[in-house]
């Protein structure tokens, strides 16, 4: 079978995530219309016959201004060792820019193939979408390049086939059922902040993370982690309505991935400058 390892790079809010997920068939990692969305390295496994894609869905590149984006460029830099190539993801909707320029110096400059999916396709007009298409090759010398819409699933299927014929002769590296490599609690916490992210807006997004503290039968317990008081209020709403609200739009996806019923105890922390404290972020897993 062939079996490999492809990284997805490109500007946060492109839309890699929602793409991994279109080319695993299911969910493997939390979107939101929020940057920084993404903040670890997450394995999305596609799985076929005679293939397995793990598809290396990356923090978007970013300056650093803090302990946790520093961490997440750091993982940036270290995901592009031992991969097969590199799947460069832009957005049809935006001008390719100074930004993407920046990245194209980075992936074209690692030796292994660059495909590039103009994603968003969707509801533009040809011209447009040809216009775009023609600023996407001028970044470098691309293996190919794929228009797609990861929302419709328009071309998904004729970019997973050209990353699948990319990958060498190998053993499958996860087991066939297998999705992603989050641990089940990682994958809870992630579902529970992804609920919080759309529900929030303005800098309070940025300051959300959620622990799980308790994963049990019938019972999952955890905690939204905050910055400060008045993040903590608008987390929690009035009379406790924005932290029920949450809780109401995970727990079917939770139950979901966890395959039963379950009681699902949300609680909102503040942990003032969360985002500088290294041993929360290993605790957090960033």
């Known amino acids: 079978m062939r079996s490999g390892f492809v990284a997805v790079a490109g500007r946060p809010n492109v839309g890699k995530s929602t793409l991994v997920n279109a080319l695993c068939g299911g969910k493997v990692a939390i979107v939101s219309d929020k940057?920084?969305?993404?903040?670890?390295?997450?394995?999305?496994i596609a799985n076929g016959d005679d293939y397995q894609l793990v598809l290396v869905d990356l923090p978007g590149f970013q300056r650093p201004r803090d302990e946790l984006t520093e961490r997440m460029q750091r993982t940036?830099?270290?995901?592009?060792?031992?991969?097969?190539?590199?799947?460069?993801?832009?957005?049809?909707?935006e001008r390719i820019g100074a930004g993407d320029r920046f990245i194209a110096s980075r992936v074209f400059a690692l030796g292994v193939p660059v495909v590039i999916a103009l994603n968003k396709v969707d509801r533009l007009k040809p011209a447009h979408i040809a216009q775009q298409m023609a600023a996407a090759a001028r970044l470098g010398d691309f293996h190919a390049l794929h228009p797609v819409s990861a929302k419709t699933g328009d071309g998904v299927g004729d970019?997973?086939?050209?990353?699948?014929?990319?990958?060498?002769?190998?053993?499958?590296?996860?087991?066939?059922?297998?999705?992603?490599?989050?641990?089940?609690?990682?994958?809870?916490?992630?579902?529970?902040?992804?609920k919080a992210l759309w529900l929030t807006r303005?800098?309070?997004?940025?300051?959300i993370s959620v622990e799980v503290e308790e994963l049990g039968e019938k019972v999952v317990r955890a905690s939204i982690l905050v910055e400060t008081e008045s993040q903590k209020q608008i987390v929690v709403g009035r009379g406790?309505?924005?932290?029920?609200e949450i809780g109401t739009r995970a727990r079917p996806e939770i139950e979901a991935l966890l395959g039963r019923r379950i009681f699902l105890d949300l609680k909102v922390k503040v942990r003032p400058r969360w985002r500088r404290d290294a041993a929360l972020l290993e605790r957090l897993g960033l």
């Open 35 to 44: 940057p920084q969305t993404t903040r670890r390295r997450i394995f999305g």
């Open 76 to 93: 940036v830099d270290a995901s592009f060792e031992d991969v097969e190539a590199v799947l460069f993801v832009l957005s049809a909707r």
């Open 159 to 194: 970019l997973r086939a050209e990353l699948v014929d990319l990958l060498p002769e190998g053993p499958a590296y996860f087991p066939q059922e297998q999705r992603t490599d989050l641990p089940l609690e990682l994958q809870v916490a992630e579902l529970v902040r992804e």
């Open 202 to 207: 303005d800098e309070v997004p940025h300051a």
């Open 240 to 244: 406790g309505a924005m932290v029920k």
